[in-house]
């Protein structure tokens, strides 16, 4: 029959076994992630598949808030990893432009893990602080109090803080070689139930410190990512809103105009002709100066023969003119410069 020879949709424990398979093969790829196609391949189908897993957890309710760790099945205690694996595959995907929204989605992913252990009370950790909280970025009391009791309370949380991650390192060092030396035994199906407990829980507290990581991590990255997409806005917008500018046409002060009109342009008229103008006008009209030509024959005759005269007069020592300059001599020598001048003075 054909319903008998359809292939029934894989179990839960395959789901979940399937996508942390491939999870394990990404991680273990030396290939880039944004170079090899085959890789996000994987990528996308682990996600697929934790994704059906997750669905199918929610429809059976296996956990609940209202019960303690004891509470649950020794085989169901894997079921816990699903938000965090899927966290972990979600930052594998490689896309720029949709980069910040898949850390956002990675980060929901870890946060949803972090709280579910909080409830079970696995492990000892403080969840980290949500980036929309109003008050994350904000220095608290101890760190903004000015003077050395400020700054020495920074230094108490810095020391702190790098205790909890030195910490946390040897944890998951310890739970990876633990986990190494039981996989074998429990993957063999020999294993009793406490051991299959501790194997799953030993899980459970390895990725409750990558979750920590990667949230911290990722909260940095957001910051990156968030200020880099407000620089491009800030680049697209001016360029968007700017529009054409029209041209400007020529415009006259009205005051200047009529102060022009009453008073005059500042210098007794305006130009009525050009200097070509004027000169062409001129040489019409023959007013010009000789300009430099040279004068005619008949001109540099007189001027020659009045010389000629002149100096005839000189030789022949003609007493009238000898006597005007005889007297003219004693004059000047007896009256200063400009004696004689006595025009213009009122």
């Keep these: 029959?054909?319903?008998?020879?359809?292939?029934?949709?894989?179990?839960?424990?395959?789901?979940?076994?399937?996508?942390?398979?491939?999870?394990?093969?990404?991680?273990?790829?030396?290939?880039?992630?944004?170079?090899?196609?085959?890789?996000?391949?994987?990528v996308r189908r682990g996600l697929d598949l934790l994704q059906q897993a997750a669905h199918g957890v929610a429809q059976l309710d296996l956990f609940s808030q209202n019960e303690d760790l004891e509470e649950i099945a020794s085989a169901d205690l894997k079921y816990l990893l699903l938000p965090a694996l899927l966290g972990a595959l979600t930052l594998k995907q490689v896309n720029l432009s949709k980069r910040l929204e898949h850390v956002q989605s990675a980060r929901a992913h870890f946060m949803n893990f972090l709280k579910l252990c909080k409830n079970y009370k696995i492990g000892k950790f403080h969840l980290p602080p949500t980036p929309e909280s109003p008050n994350e970025n904000e220095p608290s009391e101890s760190t903004s109090e000015a003077g050395p009791a400020g700054r020495?309370?920074?230094?108490?949380?810095?020391?702190?803080?790098?205790?909890?991650?030195?910490?946390?390192?040897?944890?998951?060092?310890?739970?990876?070689?633990?986990?190494?030396?039981?996989?074998?035994?429990?993957?063999?199906?020999?294993?009793?139930?406490?051991?299959?407990?501790?194997?799953?829980?030993?899980?459970?507290?390895?990725?409750?410190?990558?979750?920590?990581?990667?949230?911290?991590?990722?909260?940095?990255?957001?910051?990156?990512?968030?200020?880099?997409?407000?620089?491009?806005?800030?680049?697209?917008?001016?360029q968007?809103?700017?529009?054409?500018?029209?041209?400007?046409?020529?415009?006259?002060?009205?005051?200047?105009?009529?102060?022009?009109?009453?008073?005059?342009?500042?210098?007794?008229?305006?130009?009525?002709?050009?200097?070509?103008?004027?000169?062409?006008?001129?040489?019409?009209?023959?007013?010009?100066?000789?300009?430099?030509?040279?004068q005619s024959t008949t001109d540099l005759e007189e001027e020659e023969m009045q010389k000629e005269q002149q100096e005839k007069k000189v030789e022949e020592d003609d007493e009238k003119t000898l006597q005007k300059e005889r007297d003219w001599d004693d004059w000047k020598d007896t009256h200063p410069r400009g004696y004689g001048n006595r025009q213009n003075m009122g």
């Design 1 to 42: 029959m054909a319903a008998g020879t359809a292939q029934s949709p894989p179990r839960l424990p395959e789901l979940l076994e399937s996508g942390w398979r491939l999870l394990d093969e990404v991680e273990a790829s030396t290939e880039p992630s944004s170079g090899a196609p085959a890789l996000q391949d994987k």
């Design 152 to 238: 020495q309370s920074s230094l108490v949380a810095l020391a702190s803080n790098r205790q909890a991650k030195i910490a946390r390192y040897k944890q998951k060092k310890e739970v990876e070689s633990r986990l190494a030396s039981m996989k074998a035994f429990v993957e063999s199906g020999q294993a009793e139930e406490e051991q299959i407990r501790e194997f799953y829980l030993l899980h459970i507290q390895k990725w409750i410190t990558i979750s920590l990581e990667e949230t911290e991590s990722i909260d940095q990255e957001m910051v990156i990512l968030r200020g880099r997409n407000a620089l491009k806005q800030a680049s697209v917008s001016p």
């Design 240 to 294: 968007s809103s700017r529009q054409p500018r029209t041209a400007m046409k020529p415009f006259i002060l009205t005051r200047d105009t009529i102060q022009a009109k009453v008073l005059g342009a500042g210098y007794p008229s305006l130009p009525t002709m050009t200097v070509n103008d004027w000169y062409e006008q001129r040489c019409k009209q023959d007013i010009l100066p000789d300009k430099g030509i040279p």
